[in-house]
C-alpha cells in the first residue's frame, strides 16, 4: 500500500504543470540543466496537509534526492539543507518581484550557488550541541485554538530549558517567522523547521509513502527529541523521530 501511497505522489509531482508556467513570455523553460534534478510542483489542490489540516503556505520546489546524491554525493542532511535552502532563496526572490517564475540562467544560478554553498557547510539549521530538545507543532497549536495557552507557556520559561525547534507541515520559513512575530514570540529563540525540509525520500533515498523528515538524521541520533504533547492531533506523520 504504502508504494501506491507514493506512486500516487510522483504522478501529482510529476505531472503537475503549475499555474507559474502561464507567465511564460519567451517559451524556455527549465533548459538551463538544473531541471533534471526537479521533481515537478505539487497543483494547489494536493498542496494540503491532513494530519496538519492546511494549506501549506507556498509552492515547493521538491527535489529528486537519488539523483543529486549520485551526481554530487550528497548526503540526507546535505541533500535536506538544499532543498530547504533553495526553496528559501526562492522565497525570498519572488517576495521581491511581482513575477513567480525563474528565467533558466535564474534558475541555474540559485541551484549553483545554494549547492556550493551547502557543500561548503553552510546551514539553514543550527542547533548547539547539546544533548535533547523540545519540538512543538505549530499546525496543531493553532488547530486546537491554544495559542494563548502555549503564549503563556513560553512566558512560563516552559522552553527555556532546552533548544525549541518549531515545526511546521504547511508555514513557509518566512511564514513561521511571520507567525512567531504576530504573536509577540519573535524574541523567545525558537528555531523553525518548516514545510521546505519535508520530502518523498527517506534518508536512505528510497521513496517513502507521503512528505516527511528524519529529524534525528538532520540534528545527531544522540539527541533526545522530545515532541510537545498534541493537543487533539495525534503525533505529525511528516516528523520521524
Known sequence: MK???FLALLILLGCSTGEVRKDLDDGAYRTSGVEQFFLAELPAWANFSA???CVKGSSFQYLNFPKLASAYQLNYLQLIELQAQYNERLEDYF?????RFL??????????NT????RGGIRSLKIPSVREVDVVWVDDVIFAKKIAEFKSKVRAGRYDRNPTILFSSCFTKQGLVQW??????????FFSLSAEW???FGSDLTPRPAL????????????????EKPYQLAQPPELIL
Do not use: W
Request: aromatic share 6%.
Open 115 to 118: 549547492l556550493e554553498q551547502v
Open 51 to 53: 494530519a496538519s489540516q
Open 180 to 189: 512567531m512575530v504576530e504573536n509577540d514570540l519573535e524574541e523567545a529563540g
Open 95 to 99: 517576495r521581491s518581484t511581482s513575477k
Open 3 to 5: 508504494y501506491l501511497n
Open 103 to 112: 528565467k533558466p540562467v535564474e534558475e541555474s544560478a540559485f541551484f549553483s
Open 198 to 200: 519535508l520530502s518523498p
Open 212 to 227: 516527511s523528515i528524519e529529524i534525528k538524521k538532520i540534528l545527531s541520533k544522540d539527541i533526545k527529541v522530545n515532541l
